[in-house]
């Protein structure tokens, strides 16, 4: 399978004090919820976070995963992404999902996957909403890799993916879970009256 970077250094900044990646998702915190159906594929995990001694941290380290510290997270996105890919080591792709994508599970990372899997020579092949939205989870061919050096700010890898957008191949998903994150206590409230989780 492919290596999965699971991007979970962000600060909750909307939370109101609350970190979302610790929120419970089917009683488990949605971070190790995420991290543990990365594990189940089989592919190396690893989980861009701030420091070490972070609260999510401890929520993970007793999982077979690799724990990415990027101190440029304070930067925004852009320094995460950049931090963390620098970090991995080679392969031919790998595969990239935030950490705040509630309904992104094993199924979701598996079948975008087997989609790269199936198309080796596209640059990026991503998950997307039924109605063609592209979201996550994203496998970027190593040809790619060397963009993530430039990224900066908290734009995140829109001016990577953006020249590419021709050559994407898009992972249809159920509804919308390609891009379903909850950002605020409302939202997180609105998602559990609504699924019931």
Same mark, same amino acid.
């Given at each position: 399978?492919?290596?999965?970077?699971?991007?979970?250094?962000?600060?909750?900044?909307?939370?109101?004090? +609350?970190?979302?990646?610790?929120?419970?998702?089917?009683?488990?915190?949605?971070?190790?919820?995420?991290?543990?159906?990365?594990?189940?594929?089989?592919?190396?995990?690893?989980?861009?976070?701030?420091?070490?001694?972070?609260?999510?941290?401890?929520?993970?380290?007793?999982?077979?995963?690799?724990?990415?510290?990027?101190?440029?997270?304070?930067?925004?996105?852009?320094?995460?992404? +950049?931090?963390?890919?620098?970090?991995?080591?080679?392969? $031919?792709?790998?595969?990239? !999902?935030?950490?705040?994508? !509630?309904?992104?599970?094993?199924?979701?990372?598996?079948? !975008? $996957?087997?989609?790269?899997?199936?198309?080796?020579?596209?640059?990026?092949?991503?998950?997307?909403?039924?109605?063609?939205?592209?979201?996550?989870?994203?496998?970027?061919?190593?040809?790619? +890799?060397?963009?993530?050096?430039?990224?900066?700010?908290?734009?995140?890898?829109?001016?990577?993916?953006?020249?590419?957008?021709?050559?994407?191949?898009?992972?249809?998903?159920?509804?919308?879970?390609?891009?379903?994150?909850?950002?605020?206590?409302?939202?997180?409230?609105?998602? +559990?009256?609504?699924?019931?989780?």
């Amino acid at each position: 399978m492919i290596p999965i970077l699971i991007l979970a250094a962000g600060r909750s900044a909307r939370m109101g004090g +609350r970190d979302k990646l610790l929120e419970t998702v089917d009683g488990v915190p949605q971070l190790r919820r995420l991290a543990q159906a990365a594990v189940s594929l089989g592919g190396g995990v690893y989980v861009a976070l701030p420091h070490t001694d972070h609260p999510r941290h401890s929520i993970i380290n007793d999982l077979d995963v690799t724990v990415l510290v990027v101190p440029d997270a304070a930067e925004g996105m852009g320094g995460t992404m +950049r931090g963390a890919v620098a970090q991995l080591p080679q392969c $031919a792709r790998f595969m990239m !999902v935030l950490g705040d994508l !509630v309904e992104i599970g094993a199924d979701e990372m598996r079948t !975008v $996957a087997h989609a790269a899997l199936a198309h080796p020579d596209a640059p990026i092949v991503r998950g997307a909403t039924q109605s063609g939205k592209a979201g996550h989870p994203i496998v970027f061919h190593d040809d790619v +890799r060397g963009g993530f050096a430039h990224l900066k700010g908290d734009t995140g890898g829109e001016e990577l993916v953006r020249p590419l957008i021709a050559k994407t191949v898009l992972v249809p998903l159920p509804n919308d879970v390609a891009r379903l994150d909850l950002d605020t206590p409302q939202d997180w409230a609105d998602w +559990r009256t609504k699924t019931g989780r």
